[in-house]
């Protein structure tokens, strides 16, 4: 399957400041990535897809202003958490798809707002 | 949307016990996916199903898609300490017109006794 790498894989911030996840598709061309919130002990909820070359569409009740996403390449996409706030603290991860709807993750990014 | 009920939420075995754990769905996937979060981590495909009625195995992992397409299954034969895990049952979307778009179960836990 296809192999995903995220980075960072921990980040701590303060308050206030944006913080930048990358997501790269190492050995796929990825026209689309998606991007994934978990809380401790729940399931993966989606936040939005991320389209190359167009604008991310984003589901209900995720702010796309506090949720920028950029898929400036079929390799790389990027999730930028702006303003953060400890309730910003969660589990991102970021997921590609090959073949028939099979979804390949990263190794996530955990990130504690302070 | 799409909803899948994963059970049991949690379960605590013996080494070299069998485990037997469940999603079911009120409507239809085409497909069913079996993932495996470790803390910290993002989840692996361990099996995918595309047919009705379908069983395959992966080692000691053995999944059917349910003949109604409405339900599956996951065994773990003769655990071992390291099959400890979140086990998420996992299906594409049909909202949007995406087959891409994963709707997650809430997860299995598993803990295995040495």
């Known amino acids: 399957g296809a192999v995903v790498s995220q980075h960072p894989s921990r980040v701590i911030c303060k308050s206030g400041t944006s913080v930048k996840i990358e997501c790269r598709s190492l050995d796929f061309q990825a026209t689309t990535m998606f991007w994934y919130r978990q809380f401790p002990k729940q399931s993966l909820m989606l936040m939005a897809t991320s389209n190359e070359g167009s604008k991310a569409t984003y589901e209900q009740g995720v702010e796309k202003d506090k949720f920028l996403i950029n898929h400036a390449s079929l390799t790389l996409s990027t999730l930028t958490v702006t303003s953060a706030h400890p309730e910003d603290s969660s589990f991102y991860i970021c997921?590609?798809?090959?073949?028939?709807?099979?979804?390949?993750f990263g190794q996530g990014t955990r990130l504690t707002v302070v | 949307g799409q909803q899948l009920n994963q059970s049991p939420q949690s379960m605590f075995i013996q080494e070299g016990e069998d485990v037997s754990m469940n999603c079911t769905s009120s409507?239809?996937?085409?497909?069913w996916l079996w993932y495996k979060q470790d803390p910290g981590e993002g989840p692996v495909l361990l099996i995918a199903l595309y047919k009705a009625g379908e069983l395959t195995s992966n080692g000691r992992l053995t999944a059917q898609f349910g003949i109604t397409r409405k339900d599956s299954f996951l065994n773990i034969s003769a655990s071992i300490p390291s099959d400890v895990g979140i086990y998420f049952c996992?299906?594409?979307?049909?909202?949007?017109?995406?087959?891409?778009?994963?709707?997650f179960g809430k997860g299995t836990l598993l803990t295995v006794n040495p």
């Open positions: 996992a299906g594409p979307s049909n909202s949007g017109g995406s087959n891409y778009k994963l709707t």
């Open positions: 409507s239809i996937f085409n497909t």
């Open positions: 997921s590609v798809t090959q073949g028939n709807s099979e979804a390949f």
